[in-house]
């Protein structure tokens, strides 16, 4: 089975600072990796993936990650975050088959104006 | 959108009762899955279903059973609700782009779950 961290729980920011929000994940097979975001009292919803390629991914509102093989670490970053960004932010893995997601304890990230 | 309605929202309920949660989808799609989501712990899987009368098991299977007879509906059934069993519960599909599968799940709005 798979596993993901994310040792930081809470993240707290200051509105245009810049962010980074820690993901490893442990896995004896090649994996497919996402980070989801979950805003106050709703579901979660896909903000980027890696499947192949360029092992930097881009989200359409300025988040970033990066795939790193060697350290299995899948960080998120923003270089400038906003009031709006505030959410949970789940980091997850997929064994190539999809057919289970495992999913860290997620980040907190609370922006501060 | 992915026409993804979990019922109830919300429920409390006493310690030994059945309780089941329904998943239903509007596009046919082939697997779903059933997730709690607990502070600390993020989300983990329960069961998933990969197809009509065809289920797993997933990281946190006791104590709970599902059924899925027919593509649009995925029940989660707790036989004897215990006070560890409060939590949100989520259930996700996974969809397929363009005939492929690109790995993404999308999320229903959550049915919290209160066990007194």
């Known amino acids: 089975a798979q596993s993901v961290t994310q040792l930081d729980s809470q993240v707290p920011v200051f509105e245009e600072a810049p962010v980074e929000l820690r993901c490893n994940y442990s896995s004896s097979v090649s994996v497919y990796l996402f980070w989801y975001v979950q805003y106050p009292n709703q579901g979660l919803q896909l903000l980027l993936k890696y499947l192949s390629g360029s092992t930097l991914v881009e989200s359409i509102n300025g988040f970033e990650a990066e795939f790193n093989k060697s350290q299995t670490s899948f960080h998120l970053r923003k270089p400038s975050v906003h009031i709006s960004d505030t959410a949970e932010y789940f980091c997850?893995?997929?064994?190539?088959?999809?057919?289970?997601?495992?999913f860290g304890s997620g980040t907190k990230l609370n922006v501060k104006p | 959108d992915a026409g993804i309605t979990q019922s109830p929202r919300h429920k409390v309920t006493e310690t030994g009762t059945p309780v089941t949660l329904r998943c239903h989808q509007t596009?046919?799609?082939?697997?779903m899955y059933w997730y709690r989501q607990d502070p600390g712990h993020g989300l983990r899987l329960i069961h998933y279903s990969y197809g009509v009368k065809d289920t797993d098991k997933g990281e946190v299977s006791d104590g709970y059973s599902v059924s899925r007879s027919k593509t649009e509906d995925f029940l989660l059934t707790l036989e004897s609700a215990t006070s560890s069993q409060t939590s949100v519960y989520f259930c996700?599909?996974?969809?397929?782009?363009?005939?492929?599968?690109?790995?993404?799940?999308?999320f229903g709005e959550g049915s919290r779950l209160t066990v007194l």
């Open positions: 596009e046919n799609h082939r697997y």
């Open positions: 996700a599909i996974r969809v397929l782009a363009g005939g492929l599968n690109t790995g993404e799940l999308f």
């Open positions: 997850a893995v997929s064994e190539r088959n999809f057919n289970k997601f495992y």
